[in-house]
């Protein structure tokens, strides 16, 4: 340590703050050129559209925009841009419009240029072309897609299975046969979002949901019960009933809430006799879905419940009790006064529930 | 050994220390701060097929309870709970808790939002003061609010009690005065339903500066640089520890603090760890740093996620009196948490936890002050004796400042990378000005006032100290927000 080195090391900072600082207004100078070109792509293709006529509908070809537009397209940087900005416009227009975009897409060859970019090593970049081939419902890329539905990469396989759906719906959930990752519940939601912009399937649903709730991979059997749940499939209480002596707890949570949804008569009960083997979470969740389905004839059971050692179990319990029976609140009332804690305040927050 | 040789080695040993801590600590600063490029990079390029309306439309989101613990906050309360009812998700829960205001928060609540008292059994799975009662609007438009009203415990208390209140399994705690950004909640939820084998158990966003900001029915319209120096200065911090700290420590996964003004935690977990500790004025840190040493000792994979994003909006103190109030808690929060846990100081059984997050936290946030304080007391013991060599000193000391301030424009470079608030070059200009004054006027009141925290736990001070809020830039009605509000609720790290 001599003073050589610190002035040495004061220039390096000094340098390093010279190029920072150049860094950043380089940034903020290339961020408001692609802004303004993004206005003028903006602009120019809406003004395209407004009077995008179809020159030739049965070669599916469209008037160009202008040249100067054209000619921006030989930069790379820009012709993302452009990408960009007609999967903006993709998702605001429909119908013909819609139609003209994906043309146009195609005309410009930016098709090609997202074909050349799934061959890239860059997760970014693939999962990229990826979107923009099914956003801009290229089903030639549906093979080259499919492909990538068990890959690596989280957002690779993410997007190409979403990309599978949005381009032939209902037919594209085979791609469940096949995954060995876990599809997270974010994914799903995802999934069923794409599903529920196509026609009901009966068919595919039939013959599949079955299989997949009896898949090795439980985030599948997951996603098959919310299925059955979104599409009314009662046809599958019994398989899903099955799931309620799944080992991994989410799947029994949702086994319960599907069989909620697809109830029959004996859904209460099937609830009770599984109770006793849940954790606590879903006992929870057993009482939340057994509220608007039970009966007189659960009273005994949920009786017996008020002497759980847990008050939020004792509370959710007093509630369905309140509400399938028409002695049920008395019943509360009468636990009240012999045992007046909790009981009594219990009682209390119940009748008041029910009074509002 | 002649005086003079002893007195000569104790201030070489000094400056060697002073010299090699200082190397330790931009080494550490450095490398979290380019480890966090990467993040952020893949942060970036995920946004792009992110589309979180989904999220909200769908009916398998989760379910959330809002806590807001309030605190003499009567003349903004209105404002901001109805900015809290207005938040962009489907399924959720309010619950404001009156932490036994003096003023008339209350009386303000029930006429403003038809309030009535209701029988209510709470499950108090965390103990906590007593509640006076739960209170619900007889107005349908408002069935989601719950307002409980409790004797003062602090904020953790009032969190607590919110805990045992609320109903569903994600909490999220925040201060009833922050704005939110209007996807806040989507962003903060998202994380939980990406969990598949490793259980996420908390997750925290970037907080933000919102004074001279414009604010409208509780939503930020403009975002404008704050024209006063110390909310920007505070700018430029918040700049640099959320883009660049929290970001690379969670990329390492060795997050410690999320922020108590706007956090979403698994209640599952909070409630195993006994909720927020009321033994500590950094309640939001240690809440943290429980869950994960719990998690750790039940050997769970588990991870507290961070989002880059702008989420969440609070004003900064604008005055040195409040500055140093606020820094002195943070001060004895950090102390507090830290000796809670030192148990898992270098303990390999803490993985990295134990042998790094708590170390770095240890010996840079807790100990770097410390050092810079009885540092800069011998260097004026020695120059009084005449034995400082001047030529050295003073090029150490610029080494050290020109180092703060590489540390400063890289973390102004990756905010504009990151396409965050500040896009104008003028806004940019006046960060990077802001931050040349840095180490002469902001940072040593800074240290002094983190010092003057070390000292008054000595002294064993308790307990907040007051905030005074000036209130944000309204465009709406004058009346919706306090001009001047005394609050001990508003930690904003």
């Known amino acids: ?356 | 050994m002649s005086w003079s040789y002893i007195v000569h080695l104790i201030f070489t040993f000094f400056l060697f220390g002073i010299f090699v801590y200082a190397i330790f600590l931009m080494v550490s600063y450095l490398g979290i701060s380019l480890y966090s490029i990467g993040e952020t990079d893949k942060y970036i390029h995920k946004n792009v097929f992110t589309d979180f309306s989904v999220l909200a439309s769908s009916s398998y989101a989760p379910t959330l309870s809002i806590i807001a613990p309030a605190y003499n906050e009567g003349k903004g309360i209105v404002e901001n709970v109805r900015s809290l009812l207005a938040i962009y998700y489907s399924s959720l829960e309010v619950i404001v808790v009156n932490d036994g205001s003096k003023d008339d928060s209350m009386e303000i609540l029930i006429n403003a939002y038809e309030l009535e008292k209701v029988d209510y059994f709470i499950h108090y799975q965390i103990s906590t003061e007593n509640v006076k009662g739960v209170y619900k609007s007889k107005n349908p438009l408002f069935n989601k609010l719950i307002v409980v009203d409790k004797e003062n415990g602090g904020k953790s208390d009032a969190l607590n009690a919110g805990i045992n209140v609320s109903t569903n399994n994600y909490i999220v705690c925040i201060d009833a005065d922050c704005v939110l950004e209007q996807d806040a909640m989507l962003k903060m939820v998202k994380p939980f339903l990406e969990q598949t084998d490793v259980r996420v158990i908390a997750s925290g966003g970037v907080l933000r500066i919102a004074n001279s900001c414009i604010v409208e029915n509780g939503r930020l319209v403009k975002v404008i640089m704050q024209k006063e120096y110390l909310p920007r200065m505070q700018s430029l911090e918040y700049i640099r520890a959320f883009i660049l700290g929290r970001m690379g420590w969670s990329r390492l996964n060795g997050l410690l603090l999320i922020s108590g003004a706007f956090g979403v935690f698994d209640k599952e977990i909070v409630i195993k760890c006994g909720g927020y500790s009321t033994q500590t004025v950094g309640e939001d840190m240690e809440l943290v740093v429980r869950m994960r040493r719990y998690l750790e000792e039940q050997k769970m994979k588990y991870k507290v996620v961070y989002i880059p994003d702008p989420l969440c909006w609070t004003e900064a103190p604008n005055t040195f009196k409040i500055l140093g109030r606020q820094r002195n808690r943070w001060a004895r929060g950090l102390y507090e948490t830290l000796r809670m846990h030192r148990r898992m100081f270098f303990n390999p059984k803490y993985r990295l936890l134990g042998m790094l997050s708590y170390p770095f936290w240890f010996f840079f946030e807790l100990g770097g002050p410390l050092v810079e304080f009885f540092g800069f007391i011998f260097f004026i013991v020695f120059a009084l004796t005449g034995m400082i060599d001047w030529n050295f000193s003073l090029l150490l000391i610029l080494f050290v400042i020109f180092f703060a301030y590489t540390y400063s424009a890289f973390a102004i470079y990756m905010d504009v990378y990151t396409d965050k608030e500040y896009k104008k070059r003028k806004d940019v200009l006046q960060l990077i000005l802001t931050s040349f004054t840095e180490p002469f006027y902001f940072h040593p009141y800074i240290v002094v006032s983190t010092v003057r925290g070390y000292f008054d736990l000595f002294r064993k001070k308790k307990g907040w100290g007051e905030m005074t809020r000036e209130g944000f830039t309204q465009t709406s009605t004058p009346t919706t927000k306090p001009n001047s509000v005394t609050t001990h609720a508003g930690q904003i790290s």
């Open chain 1, 1 to 356: 340590m001599n003073e050589n080195t610190l002035i040495a090391g004061i220039e390096v900072f000094i340098f390093s703050i010279i190029i920072i600082l150049a860094f950043t207004y380089g940034t903020l100078y290339i961020k408001k050129k692609k802004f303004v070109y993004q206005k003028y792509l903006h602009k120019n293709l809406e003004d395209w559209l407004s009077t995008g006529i179809i020159e030739d509908a049965d070669k599916n070809v469209v008037a160009l925009p202008t040249l100067k537009f054209l000619l921006l397209l030989k930069n790379p940087i820009l012709r993302q841009l452009t990408i960009n900005e007609l999967l903006a416009l993709k998702r605001t227009f429909w119908g013909d419009a819609a139609k003209n975009i994906t043309v146009l897409y195609v005309q410009l060859g930016l098709k090609d240029f997202s074909l050349k970019k799934m061959k890239s090593n860059k997760w970014h970049v693939k999962a990229r072309a990826i979107q923009e081939l099914y956003l801009m419902q290229q089903r030639e890329a549906l093979p080259r897609i499919y492909k990538n539905v068990n890959s690596q990469n989280e957002f690779i396989r993410m997007e190409a299975q979403i990309g599978i759906i949005h381009l032939i719906g209902f037919d594209g959930l085979r791609f469940l046969n096949v995954i060995d990752n876990k599809l997270t519940e974010w994914q799903q939601i995802k999934l069923l979002d794409q599903l529920s912009k196509f026609p009901l399937n009966e068919d595919i649903l039939a013959a599949d949901i079955p299989r997949w709730l009896k898949s090795p991979n439980e985030t599948v059997i997951m996603f098959a019960m919310k299925l059955v749940d979104r599409y009314h499939r009662y046809s599958e209480y019994d398989n899903v009933a099955a799931c309620l002596s799944h080992e991994v707890e989410p799947v029994r949570k949702q086994a319960v809430n599907t069989l909620h949804r697809i109830q029959n008569e004996n859904t209460a009960q099937l609830f009770i006799a599984q109770y006793d083997k849940e954790t606590y979470f879903n006992k929870l969740n057993i009482l939340n879905n057994l509220e608007d389905i039970a009966t007189e004839k659960e009273s005994e059971f949920l009786t017996r419940l008020l002497q759980e050692p847990n008050d939020t179990l004792k509370l959710r319990a007093a509630r369905i009790l309140a509400k399938c029976h028409s002695k049920g609140l008395k019943t509360l009332e009468h636990a009240g006064q012999l045992q007046a804690v909790p009981y009594q305040q219990i009682y209390l927050h119940i009748k008041g529930e029910m009074a509002r």
